[in-house]
């Protein structure tokens, strides 16, 4: 048996907006033997704009009842049956939302009749409700209210099972259901494509532009949980409904997935991309050795030709990190060029400076303290190769790092190139260096510590 629902809502968020109607149509062996439809009280004001779409008014709310009076109802219609409506996971989410808030896990089967139109009407120019109730005449009259187009879309799903191949509804209830929960615009075969495999995975919108690009270790599962029923991120969801196309690249290194996403964020700039799209660094430590051994450290403008220690988006993000530093490893202000003075820093008469301002404190101990505390944000080794796997058997990933600058990645195949350095350089494609790429990689060796690495 189906259960045919329809809701209308005071907005598209089922974390911030509620439910205002709904209806039901039970259906079984071709007629309906059961409806239900009610108004709800949303405990908001309604949107000026829901009142002039549906015509649903605060005053005609006022006395209807709350979501958690008619949820037992809910619960009692459509249990064991499967629930029907257009664009499902739309109505899906903001019933499981409102029960959620209630404590109560629902689930149910589903099929959507926006995903059967698409694969049984193909060439359309739009599969909203209206636009296919006036392509196959089905009478839709007051439009968004509930129970009206629940009926529309239990006549549509009529026709569509009337017209559909037998294949298309003898596929397993569950199949249909996980495909419910794809954007309209992917079908199943472009999921069951992707491979189980490290790499990065595009998202493309129906004009071809690239609007998300994302790495992991299995890219189809990675794939499928962006596609989950229960988002409750509305950035997640407008993500999800502009889906149109999908591409990967394989890399069978994480490490390479890991780079080879930033690399892409930051030269195509995809809209829903937030972390390293927009990166701009103007400022940078920087170390030297003064006269008498110490070693310093400078935020100062990021300088042409010169490698900065770390890099950071503006001046205060650089000062309140220093001042981090300075407070774990008990460094001098002085010598970060915080404090300007002849003499021992402020810190220093607070007991948070070792006196190396003043030379109580030997280069050496300082030296120390400042190397252990830039240790966490450097590489150990200034020329390095990270050996891992490729993207077949019978291929190996390289990642380059020489004089602690990163060159970028390749693929070698060991029975050409072995263990020659030469060689394994050679296969190292350029790539941009940059804060995001350095912490990458000192983040993936600490996490890491068994990955072979090639000293030279």
Do not use: W
Request: aromatic share 10%.
């Amino acid at each position: 048996m189906y259960a045919i629902v329809d809701i209308e809502t005071t907005g598209l968020s089922p974390v911030h907006d509620r439910i205002i109607e709904i209806a039901i149509l039970l259906y079984e062996g071709g007629q309906v033997v059961e409806s239900y439809s009610t108004l709800l009280n949303p405990e908001m004001r309604l949107p000026p704009g829901i009142t002039r779409i549906s015509g649903i008014t605060n005053e005609m709310l006022q006395d209807a009842p709350k979501f958690y009076q008619i949820a037992r109802r809910i619960v009692e219609l459509t249990e064991n049956k499967i629930l029907v409506a257009h664009n499902a996971r739309f109505d899906y989410s903001f019933l499981r939302q409102a029960f959620r808030a209630l404590g109560y896990h629902f689930h149910r089967r589903l099929l959507c009749t926006l995903r059967l139109s698409r694969k049984l009407l193909p060439g359309l120019p739009t599969y909203t409700l209206p636009c296919l109730c006036g392509h196959l005449k089905i009478p839709l009259s007051n439009g968004h209210r509930a129970m009206n187009d629940a009926r529309a879309t239990l006549r549509l799903f009529e026709v569509l099972q009337s017209r559909g191949k037998e294949a298309i509804f003898a596929v397993p209830i569950a199949k249909e259901a996980r495909e419910t929960f794809l954007p309209p615009g992917i079908m199943p075969g472009q999921v069951a494509a992707l491979p189980e495999a490290a790499g990065v995975y595009f998202f493309y919108d129906r004009e071809g532009r690239l609007i998300y690009v994302g790495k992991s270790a299995n890219i189809r599962k990675r794939v499928l949980g962006h596609f989950s029923d229960d988002l409750t991120s509305q950035f997640a969801r407008k993500m999800k409904e502009r889906i149109a196309g999908i591409g990967h690249e394989v890399t069978g290194s994480e490490l390479i997935a890991l780079l080879l996403e930033s690399d892409i964020i930051k030269a195509r700039q995809p809209a829903f991309n937030r972390d390293q799209r927009n990166t701009v660094y103007l400022y940078g430590v920087y170390s030297f050795s003064d006269k008498n051994g110490y070693v310093n450290l400078r935020l100062e403008p990021l300088q042409a030709g010169e490698r900065a220690l770390l890099s950071f988006v503006n001046r205060p993000e650089g000062e309140e990190f220093l001042l981090k530093l300075m407070s774990r490893y008990r460094l001098c202000q002085k010598l970060c060029h915080f404090h300007k003075t002849r003499g021992a820093c402020f810190h220093y008469h607070l007991k948070l400076c070792q006196g190396a301002c003043i030379g109580l404190e030997s280069a050496e101990l300082y030296n120390r303290r400042v190397r252990q505390a830039l240790g966490q944000f450097d590489y150990t080794h200034p020329n390095f190769l990270i050996i891992g796997a490729g993207r077949r058997e019978e291929e190996r990933s390289v990642v380059g790092v020489e004089k602690g600058i990163y060159r970028g990645f390749g693929f070698f195949e060991p029975a050409l190139a072995g263990d020659d350095i030469a060689a394994l350089k050679s296969a190292v494609q350029f790539r941009e260096d940059n804060q995001d790429v350095r912490r990458i990689i000192r983040r993936y060796l600490n996490r890491h510590p068994g990955e072979r690495i090639v000293r030279y």
